[in-house]
C-alpha cells in the first residue's frame, strides 16, 4: 500500500488548511483510515479516524470541532479539512491506512503510513 499526503504548508493562527491522502495498492473502501501528527520531541498522536464506509468519524479532543476527516472511496481519498487552527497545531500529519475496518486511536492498528505533510501554524 502506498500512501501519498498533500496539502501542508504554512498559515496564520485562525486559519485553515485542507490535508489530502491518496492511496493505492490494496482495496481501500475496505479499511478505516486515520490522521496522526507529531510535533518535534514529541510521540505521534492521534488526531482523526474515519471507518471504512464513512459513516463513523472519531477526532482528538484537542481538533474536536476544528477538523473533519472524510473520505472518497471512488477515489481511494481520505481528506482533512483543518479549520481555526491553532500554533500548537504544528507538526508533521500522517495519514494511515488501519488493518481494520472500524475507527481506532491506537497506532498499532494502522499498518501503512504516509510520508507526511509539514503543518506549520503562526501566531
Known amino acids: 500500500v502506498q500512501l501519498q499526503a498533500s496539502g501542508g504548508g504554512l498559515v496564520q493562527a485562525g486559519g485553515s488548511l485542507r490535508l489530502s491522502c491518496a492511496a493505492s495498492g490494496r482495496t481501500f473502501s475496505t479499511y478505516a483510515m486515520g490522521w496522526f501528527r507529531q510535533a518535534p520531541g514529541k510521540e505521534r498522536e492521534f488526531v482523526a479516524t474515519?471507518?471504512?464506509?464513512?459513516?463513523?468519524?472519531y477526532y482528538a479532543d484537542s481538533v474536536k470541532g476544528r477538523f473533519t476527516i472524510s473520505r472518497d472511496n471512488a477515489k481511494n481519498t481520505v481528506s482533512l479539512q483543518m479549520n481555526s487552527l491553532k500554533p500548537e497545531d504544528t507538526a508533521v500529519y500522517y495519514c494511515?491506512?488501519?488493518?481494520?475496518?472500524?475507527?481506532?486511536?491506537?497506532?498499532?492498528?494502522?499498518?501503512?503510513w504516509g510520508q507526511g505533510t509539514q503543518v506549520t501554524v503562526s501566531s
Open positions: 494511515a491506512n488501519s488493518r481494520i475496518s472500524s475507527t481506532s486511536t491506537n497506532k498499532l492498528n494502522y499498518d501503512y
Open positions: 474515519i471507518s471504512w464506509n464513512g459513516r463513523s468519524t
